[in-house]
């Protein structure tokens, strides 16, 4: 099941057509699911703040048909995003958490997508903790080895190298629960207890990573 905006549900079908997925014929018995996110939200969330038993009905009863026909479940949702990107951050943490309480009552996998630049310090005012509290798991790169080095060699950059080899050993012992690179663990940590350090480690992140 795709909740996504229009665009990127052509996006996906193009990128299954492309790796040999027939998506045409998997719309069409029902494996393929794709919902328009501002279309679906706007049916459990009227008044723009989301609703549980209309939420419940709507996303919960088409996960549990599609548990009828098939072993494993994969949502994949920008409904948070849209939210977030309006600055309706009470509703979008709101709707994480009615997902997190559906995957109390049913099976399924669920991967919520949001528009954000990880390296950028504006994520860090709040934005990453609200996201990081209500999921297991943070994707906030494509390369994690790459993306980890970067941080180590920025770290040693604006530090020397003993400072940070204590940064990044202190940024290990305090991990968040939720599962992310190392490197993003310790620039969570730098925001936290070294601020002004975080933004120069930041930009030297970017130059290296974005080279």
């Known amino acids: ?114 528009h954000m630049d990880n390296l950028d310090p504006a994520a860090y005012s709040g934005a990453l903790d609200c996201i990081c509290r209500v999921h297991s798991h943070l994707i906030a790169a494509r390369d994690y080895k790459r993306f980890n080095e970067a941080v180590v060699e920025a770290s040693e950059a604006v530090l020397d190298e003993t400072l ?6 202190l940024s290990e012992r305090h991990r968040p629960q939720t599962a992310m690179p190392q490197g993003q663990a310790t620039l969570l940590w730098l925001q936290h207890n070294m601020p002004r350090t975080a933004e120069k480690v930041l930009a030297q992140v970017r130059s290296r990573y974005s080279a």
């Open 1 to 114: 099941m795709i909740i996504a905006t229009p665009s990127h549900c052509a996006a996906f079908v193009q990128q299954l057509e492309g790796n040999g997925v027939a998506a045409g014929e998997a719309l069409q018995r029902g494996q393929l699911l794709l919902l328009d996110a501002d279309e679906t939200l706007a049916r459990f969330a009227p008044g723009g703040m989301p609703e549980w038993q209309s939420f419940h009905t709507l996303i919960g009863g088409v996960i549990a048909k599609l548990r009828l026909e098939y072993p494993t479940v994969r949502a994949y949702g920008e409904m948070v995003d849209l939210l977030w990107q309006r600055g309706e951050r009470e509703a979008a943490i709101r709707l994480e958490e009615f997902w997190n309480d559906l995957a109390g009552l049913q099976t399924f996998s669920l991967l919520c997508a949001y």
């Open 164 to 169: 940070a080899q204590m940064l990044l050993s």
